[in-house]
C-alpha cells in the first residue's frame, strides 16, 4: 500500500537538496569561479574531511547520542600515525596504529554511556578532554612534520584525475549507507535511537549497538585525520577543535533528529556539502573569515530550530 507523505514530510526530505541548489545557483551569479570543475572538485576534498566524520556522527546522533570527542579523537589518532611514520614504522601500520587509538576513544566513550550510565554529552565531553591532553603530551606541544610520501598522498593524490581524500569520503559514504540501511546492527540504531526501551524487550543488544555506534565514529574520526595530516603534511597538537560542531551541523541540515531514530547518511553528505558550498562561496566573495563564522553559527542555529520544529 502506498503511503501519502504530507507537505512537511516532503519538505523535510528535499530540504537539504533544495538548499544545496539554491546556494549553488546564488553563489554562481555572483562570482564567475564558483562553478568550474576544479572549484567543484576543491569544494569535495575540502569537505572529505568533516563528512567522514559526519558520517560517524550520524550513527551516535541516530540513537539519540552526541559526541563531542571527534576532533580530539582525531587530533590524538594522527598524531599518532605522524609520530610513528616519521619514527621509522611503516606507513601502513602507522595509520593502522592511529584507527586503533580512534577506536580506543570510542570504546571508551561507549563504555561510559552504557556500562557507566553517563550521559553521552558529559562522556564524550571527559574524552575530548583526555584525548587533547594526551595529544599535547605525546607531541610535547609541537607539530610532527616531514611525513612520508604515501600519508602525503592520502591527503594530496589523484587517482583518475579525482582527489584521493574525495574517493575515500564516498567510500566511506557508501559503506556507512550499506550499514546502516541494509544490516541488522544498521537497523538496530534506528530502533534504539526510536524507543530504547522498547528495543530492549524486542531482544536488541542495546548496550552492544551504542558501543558499535561510538567505536565506528572514532574509527572515522581516526580516518579523518590521516587524510588532514597527508594535506598539511603535518600532525598539529591543536588539530581537530571545533570539528564536532561542523559534524553535528553537517548531520542536522541533513535531516538527522537530534532526538534520534530518524536520518541518514545520505542527508549528512548533502548537509556537509551545504556547509562546505558556504565557505567557498564566502571565500571566493572575499568576505572577512570572522564574518564566515558567524554566516556558520547562524546556518547551525537555524538547522536546530528547524530540527526542533519538526518535533
Avoid at 132 to 138: D, I, P, S
Wanted: some cysteine.
Amino acid at each position: 500500500m502506498r503511503v501519502e507523505l504530507s507537505w512537511g514530510e516532503r519538505i523535510r526530505r528535499l530540504g537539504p537538496g533544495l538548499a544545496v541548489l539554491v546556494l549553488g545557483a546564488a553563489l554562481s551569479f555572483l562570482s564567475d569561479n564558483f562553478f568550474t570543475v576544479s572549484n567543484i572538485l576543491n569544494v569535495l576534498r575540502q569537505i572529505s574531511v568533516n563528512a567522514i566524520i559526519a558520517c560517524g556522527m550520524t550513527m551516535v546522533i541516530l540513537t539519540a547520542g552526541i559526541d563531542l570527542s571527534v576532533g580530539s579523537a582525531l587530533a590524538l589518532g594522527s598524531a599518532v600515525t605522524a609520530g610513528l611514520a616519521v619514527g621509522g614504522t611503516h606507513p601502513l601500520l602507522a595509520i593502522l596504529a592511529g584507527l586503533g587509538v580512534g577506536a580506543a576513544i570510542g570504546l571508551v566513550n561507549g563504555l561510559l554511556v552504557t556500562k557507566g550510565n553517563v550521559p553521552a554529552f558529559v562522556a564524550t565531553l571527559g574524552t575530548m578532554a583526555i584525548a587533547r591532553g594526551l595529544t599535547l603530551v605525546y607531541t610535547g606541544g609541537r607539530p610532527i612534520s616531514k611525513l612520508p610520501t604515501l600519508i602525503q598522498k592520502v591527503g594530496t593524490g589523484y587517482l583518475w584525475r579525482i582527489p584521493v581524500p574525495v574517493i575515500l569520503m564516498f567510500v566511506i559514504i557508501l559503506l556507512v549507507y550499506v550499514f546502516l540501511r541494509h544490516t541488522p546492527y544498521g537497523r538496530y540504531l534506528y530502533a534504539v535511537g526510536s524507543n530504547p526501551e522498547a528495543a530492549r524487550f524486542a531482544g536488541i543488544p542495546v548496550h552492544r549497538v551504542l558501543i558499535t555506534a561510538y567505536l565506528l565514529t572514532g574509527i572515522l574520526s581516526a580516518l579523518a585525520g590521516v587524510i588532514l595530516i597527508g594535506r598539511l603534511n603535518s600532525a598539529q597538537p591543536t588539530a581537530g577543535q571545533a570539528f564536532e560542531m561542523d559534524a553535528i551541523a553537517a548531520v542536522v541540515l541533513g535531516g538527522t533528529s537530534l532526538a534520534g531514530g530518524q536520518g541518514g547518511v545520505g542527508g549528512t553528505f548533502i548537509g556537509a556539502l551545504i556547509i562546505g558550498i558556504l565557505e567557498n562561496g564566502l571565500n571566493l566573495l572575499k568576505v572577512p573569515s570572522f564574518w564566515q563564522q558567524v554566516a556558520k553559527g547562524v546556518v547551525i542555529l537555524g538547522a536546530v530550530l528547524l530540527d526542533r520544529r519538526r518535533k
